[in-house]
């Protein structure tokens, strides 16, 4: 009887705090699409900031974003599942594949202002790149290398040991094993882990301030050797820093449904990913 209770007490518990962080999001996202809704229109996802950035739209900080997460993806995520493979199929569990693991997980907590700062040391000072999307992609992807093998390696592991012998048993070789059954059975969780690696890495302010972000820029954009403009920090500089704050609150808020729409998007198309190649691997 008590134990009975006890069970349906945690179940009410836990419903409780998922309704209480619900609300909360509910409710930050209704104020942000009902203040933004008015400044969202297709000429404000379509043309260049205007007048001080007064008027116009964020076409350039929307571009930016987009080809930032692309360098960010073409550099963590060969390098993130490659290593992943090799900690959670080659390695040896012993005293060093402890400390890397180890290690990773104390990258993931980090603060990503300290990747800015090592960013500008290495990438625009170190390497001469300058401040540039090229840096800024570089250091978004050093911050995302520890998420995408985490992710990675945890997908792996929920691959049975039967499911690797039984293709090495009909004649395989371990690397073959990986590349035709492992990988295709675990590819639901790394893409997930991806997407949503990547969506949050698109959000980031603090590395790109230090390595390429700039608040206007004139001319075209798309450049990976010049500096940029990007949602996040567009949406800090009209929030807290521009001389006409009261302005272009509208505009702030409308960055910021943009913002969140670009993110959803890119986490309805991690759960979908994994859907598609659930079912298809069912």
Known sequence: MMK????????FVLLLCTAIVLLFLGIIIFDIVVKGSGAF???????????????????PAIIGTVILTLLTALFCIPFG???????????????????IRASIRNLSGIPSIIYGLFGLALF????????????????????????????TEEALRRIPNSTREAAMGVGATQFESIKDVVLPSALPGILTGVVLTLSRAAGETAPILFTGVAFFITGKTGNVNQEFMALPYHLYML?????AIEQVRPLAYGTALVLIMVVFLLSLTAFYIRYKYSKNGK
Not at 47 to 59: N, Q, V
């Open 4 to 11: 009975g209770l006890n069970k349906y007490f945690e179940w």
């Open 124 to 151: 625009v000072q170190g390497l001469n790149l300058g401040t540039s999307m090229l840096s800024a992609g570089l250091t978004l992807g050093l911050l995302s290398l520890p998420y995408i093998i985490t992710t």
């Open 41 to 59: 229109s297709w000429d404000f996802i379509s043309t260049s900031p205007k007048k001080a950035m007064t008027e116009g739209g964020i076409l």
């Open 239 to 243: 929030s807290t820093q521009h001389q």
């Open 81 to 99: 599942v490659a290593c992943a493979i090799y900690l959670n199929e080659y390695a040896k569990e012993n005293y060093l594949t402890k400390t």
